[in-house]
Each structure stands twice: as C-alpha cells, then as structure tokens.
C-alpha cells in the first residue's frame, strides 16, 4: 500500500513569516512529487512539482525533495492570508500504464493578519 | 483552454435513484482520472482512463458505482442505485498521459453531490 503522508494541522503563522508543510511517502520508486493548493469548497491547484533531489524555487514557494529520507516539503515565504488553504502533497509512481497519483490528506494552513 | 469541465455542478438526489456525472477532459489530454473527496477519507481516486480504456479501477468502491469513456473528449461516472454515504464531492482531472514522468494532473471544478 502506498501512502503519504501529511501533517494535517491546522498550521498556523503569521503574516509575513516562512510556512514550512511536510510530506513523507513510503514508496521507494516514487519519481516525482506535487504540491496542490485547495481552497474551501474549490477544486485542487497545481503550485508547482519537483523530481530531483535538493530546492526548486518559484517565486514564494519553494519545494525541496531528499528521496533517501523520503520527503518532501513546500516552503512558503512572506506568506499572506490569501495563502490560506488547505495543501496536498502528491507523489507519482510513473509506470508504463499510466501515471497515479496517491494523495496526502492535506495539511490545513493559516496565515493570521 | 477551457479546463476541465464537470456537470453538474450540484446534485442532490433520494437515496435509490441513479445519479451520472459527467466530465469533458482538457483537449490532447490522453489519461482522466475520477476522484471522490470527503473530510473523512480525503481524496480518493476511484478509476482512471488512459486513451479512453480503463487502466485501475481497483478504487470503485462497489459494483454500484461504473465508469465510462466512450471518446476522447467525454467520460461518466454513474452509481446506481445511490446511498446516502455516496455523498461527497467528485473530481474530474485530466493530464497528458503515459510517457511523461511529471504529468501533472488539472482538476475540475467538481460535483457536490448529496443523497437524502
């Protein structure tokens, strides 16, 4: 059984500071990982993906993925409340069939004024 | 684009009755992938399709629930008869397909389904 796995909050910071969410996956063959933003009653929305060890910036978000440990994080800077959301970490364990995604249950962040 | 285009958008139906729902996929996209999201279980893929044939389906909760791709731009997901714990909201997602290890899968807007 594949599973990931997510903190599910709520995580809450302030205005302006570093939101750090985390991710841990069991599968060793996974090949690349997905960080979704979903709010309240909206579908899920890509932020960004990353497949190789180490950081990959855009803009506030960073992700940053270490496969020997197996896990992967998004960091959020200067966050604001419009940030508010809940954020699911997807991993993907590519095969020639197809391409599943398995689902974190999200963790719930907060972002106070 | 478009996006991924579901209907409706809001369901609600008695416990028995068949409900369908329906999804248009994101032009050139090869694989669709329905979901069913609830606060209890989060999201849960149910079955995906890739150039229209049916690839795992091993997350359809019950013979009560089918899936269809009769084409490259339309798919169903219909459950009949309905049970009042089938309420939940269901995700159309849509992406390229097999061959690209970073498909990214785009959502829907989702249908909120309820049964009484």
């Known amino acids: 059984q594949k599973e990931v796995e997510q903190n599910s909050g709520p995580l809450s910071v302030p205005e302006g500071a570093i939101a750090s969410l985390n991710c841990t996956y069991s599968?060793?063959?996974?090949?690349?990982f997905f960080w979704y933003r979903q709010y309240s009653g909206k579908s899920p929305e890509l932020i960004m993906f990353i497949y190789s060890n180490g950081d990959k910036e855009d803009g506030r978000f960073t992700a940053q993925l270490n496969k020997a440990s197996q896990y992967v994080s998004l960091l959020i800077r200067d966050s604001q409340p419009s940030d508010s959301a809940t954020y699911l970490c997807?991993?993907?364990?590519?095969?020639?069939?197809?391409?599943?995604?398995?689902f974190g249950g999200g963790t719930r962040l907060m972002v106070k004024p | 684009d478009a996006g991924v285009i579901q209907s409706p958008r809001h369901e609600v139906t008695e416990m028995g009755q068949e409900v369908t729902l329906r999804c248009k996929p994101i032009?050139?996209?090869?694989?669709l992938f329905w979901y069913r999201q609830t606060m209890m279980r989060g999201l849960e893929l149910l079955i995906y399709f890739n150039n229209n044939v049916p690839i795992d389906d091993s997350g359809m909760p019950e013979d009560r629930f089918s899936a269809k791709m009769p084409n490259a731009s339309f798919s169903t997901l219909k459950i009949q008869p309905s049970e009042p714990r089938d309420s939940a909201v269901y995700f159309c997602?849509?992406?390229?397909?097999?061959?690209?290890?970073?498909?990214?899968?785009?959502f829907g807007p989702g249908t909120r389904l309820t049964v009484l």
């Open positions: 997807a991993v993907n364990s590519y095969n020639n069939a197809g391409n599943m995604l398995t």
């Open positions: 032009s050139g996209h090869n694989s």
């Open positions: 997602a849509s992406s390229l397909g097999p061959g690209v290890s970073t498909d990214t899968q785009y």
């Open positions: 599968d060793r063959g996974s090949q690349s």
